[in-house]
């Protein structure tokens, strides 16, 4: 890692359910980034075109933990075939004209870009995340390992490909995941394996924790624990990059539920190799971009103490198996006379 890199987190609100409007967004943002010295510039799951947040609604006038045989899934809002269409349709896919552009931002303003997507491949869609270097070029694509709970009726699952989620760069090695593969610990060890020094940490809108039986490890402030301990296992700056939810989203998804059904929802921040946090918190309905320097030499404090891939292990007891081979749909048919 060079001694110093400048980077900037941002703290932005979607154009939902719209992808020519958010690639210029995405486009404006990685110029304003890059004129203000940063080198690398992160954004959010699923920012491209939003995240799917009405898959997590319930319609309380229905109780769907006990659906009759009879019942109207049509009301069942992750079977909300309009919006699922309308979701596709404003994906983003490699190769297309609109990722063509963000590569060329990238390329015009010489800063690497950390994007996280909703990926369209033919009619599939996964929570994609991918790297682009200075020059424009995609280093690294990946698509999450295995998408959480109701995610499931949207996105698909990843393949060998995407555990190859760190990239060499100038700047260093750049690694990323997404959301709760933080709590995935073989995913994330394998990630420190690649010897990773800084970690793009993607997640959706992130709401306090509303209190009763729902999941702490949700809210805000248990997934910055999760980026946080992430930043002490692998002893890397930890860069947690989340959206806004605004009345918008609300309005055009029809989400009135606690997880995301309340305007705020950011709480992007910088996390130092030791785990403390090096912003100040925005307002979690402001956007805006934080900017730090990081200093390599916070990485070598650390590592020093411990280093769990390094003299803090021991692979003679402990170790991983890996299998990064892309499983496709089909391969080359044998010929068994040969």
Known sequence: MKNTVTVAVTQQEPEWLDLSASVAKTCRLIAEAAQNG?????FPECWI???PVWIWYVDMEKDY??????ADLSRSRPVDVEMAGRYITNSLSYGSEEMQ???????????????GFSERDGHSLYIAQCTIDTTGQIVMQRRKFKPTHMERTIFGDASGRSLLNVSSLPIGKVGALACWEHIQPLLKYHTMLQREEIHVSAWPPLQPHSGGQSLWGMSADGCLGLSQVYAVESASFVLHTTAILGPKAIEAMKCTDP??????????????PDGRLLTKPLPAEEEGILYVDLKSDMILACRHFVDACGHYSRPDLLWLGVDTTEKKHSYPARNEEQ
Do not use: D, M, W
């Open 49 to 51: 075109p939003g995240y």
């Open 38 to 42: 940063a080198q690398l510039v992160t």
């Open 65 to 70: 933990l006990k659906i009759s045989r009879n």
């Open 101 to 115: 552009r963000i590569c060329q931002a990238a390329a015009e303003h010489g800063i690497t870009v950390s994007l």
């Open 259 to 272: 997880l995301f059904g309340i305007p705020g929802g950011g709480s992007s921040a910088v996390i130092g």
